[in-house]
C-alpha cells in the first residue's frame, strides 16, 4: 500500500505536472539547444514541489524510506538539482527534457505504489554514508545520460547528418569536458560513500549488502580507470562513453537491484 499522505499525493501530483509543463516548450522547439528561461523556472517549481514531497513523507514517518519507487524517486530529485545547476555552466536543452520526464515518473509511481522502508541513519556518520551514496547514483545517472547525449552527437557527424538538434549541442570537446568533470565528482562522492560505509556500517560483508558492496566498489574501480586512462592515455570518445555505461549500469545493480527484485518482482510490503 502507499505510504505517502494525502498532502504528499497532492504534492507530487502537481510536481509530475509541473515536470510535463516544463518539457512542453523544450519539445515545442527542439531545434533550440539553449532551453529558455520558462523550462528552467517550472523545472525549478517542479523539483521544489519533488522536494516537498520528499520532505513530507520524511516528517510523516520519521525518516527516509530506503524501498525502491521511493529511492528511484530521490534519486531522480538529485538528477533534476544537479541538471538545473549545469545549465549555468552549459545550457544544454537535449538533457532536460528526458530528465524532467523521468522525474515526473519516479514522483508519480513513488507516491502511488512506495511503501516505507526506514533507512537506519542514526549517526552523522552513517548519515554521510546514506546521502553520498544516494548523490553518487545520481550523478552517474546524469553522467550517463550526458554520454548518451555525446555518443548520439559523434555518431550523427560520423553520419553526416547535420539537424537542427545535433547543429544545436556544443562541441564535442565541450561536452567530453563537462561529462569528465561529472565523473569526477561521482567517483569522489562515491569513494566517500565508500569509506564511510567501511567505517560505519556494521554488516558490510553480510550477504544482504555483500552484492551491494561488491558492485558499488567495481563501479568506482571502473570509474577510476576511465579517469586515469582519460588523463594519461587521453580516453574520449566512443571508450568514454562504454566505460561510463559499464559503471552506471554496476552501480545501478549494486543500488537498486535488490530493491527491484524484493519490492517490485515479489511485492514486499
Not at 518539457?23 to 528552467?40: D, M
Not at 520528499?54 to 544537479?82: E, K, N, P
Request: charged share 10%; glycine share 8%.
Amino acid at each position: 500500500m502507499p505510504h505517502s499522505t494525502t498532502a504528499a499525493l497532492a504534492l507530487a501530483c502537481f510536481a509530475a505536472l509541473a515536470y510535463v509543463a516544463a518539457t512542453a516548450p523544450l519539445l515545442a522547439n527542439r531545434s533550440s539547444g539553449v532551453p529558455g528561461r520558462r523550462p528552467l523556472l517550472i523545472g525549478a517549481l517542479a523539483a521544489l514541489l519533488h522536494a516537498a514531497v520528499v520532505v513530507s513523507d520524511w516528517f510523516a514517518h520519521g525518516g527516509l524510506s530506503s524501498s525502491f519507487f521511493d529511492a528511484v524517486s530521490l534519486t531522480a530529485l538529485i538528477v533534476v538539482v544537479v541538471t538545473l545547476l549545469y545549465q549555468y555552466s552549459q545550457r544544454l536543452a537535449a538533457l532536460l527534457a528526458p530528465v524532467y520526464i523521468s522525474a515526473a515518473i519516479c514522483v508519480a509511481l513513488a507516491a502511488g505504489f512506495g511503501h516505507y522502508s526506514p533507512i537506519n541513519a542514526e549517526s552523522p556518520g552513517m548519515l554521510t554514508h546514506v546521502i553520498t551514496a544516494i548523490t553518487g547514483y545520481g550523478l552517474l545517472c546524469l553522467a550517463a545520460l550526458y554520454a548518451l547525449v555525446l555518443s548520439s552527437a559523434e555518431r550523427g557527424l560520423r553520419k553526416g547528418r547535420q539537424g537542427p538538434w545535433l547543429s544545436a549541442l556544443p562541441a564535442l570537446d565541450s561536452l567530453e569536458q563537462h561529462l569528465f568533470s561529472l565523473l569526477l565528482a561521482t567517483w569522489l562522492t562515491i569513494g566517500v560513500s565508500i569509506v564511510t560505509g567501511m567505517l560505519y556500517v556494521d554488516n558490510l560483508l553480510q550477504q544482504h549488502l555483500l552484492h551491494k558492496t561488491v558492485f558499488t566498489l567495481v563501479s568506482w574501480i571502473t570509474l577510476a580507470a576511465l579517469l586515469l586512462g582519460r588523463h594519461f592515455y587521453g580516453w574520449r570518445g566512443r571508450t568514454a562513453v562504454r566505460w561510463t555505461l559499464i559503471a552506471f549500469v554496476l552501480l545501478a545493480l549494486g543500488f537498486l537491484g535488490s530493491k527491484f527484485v524484493l519490492d517490485v518482482v515479489l511485492n514486499r510490503v
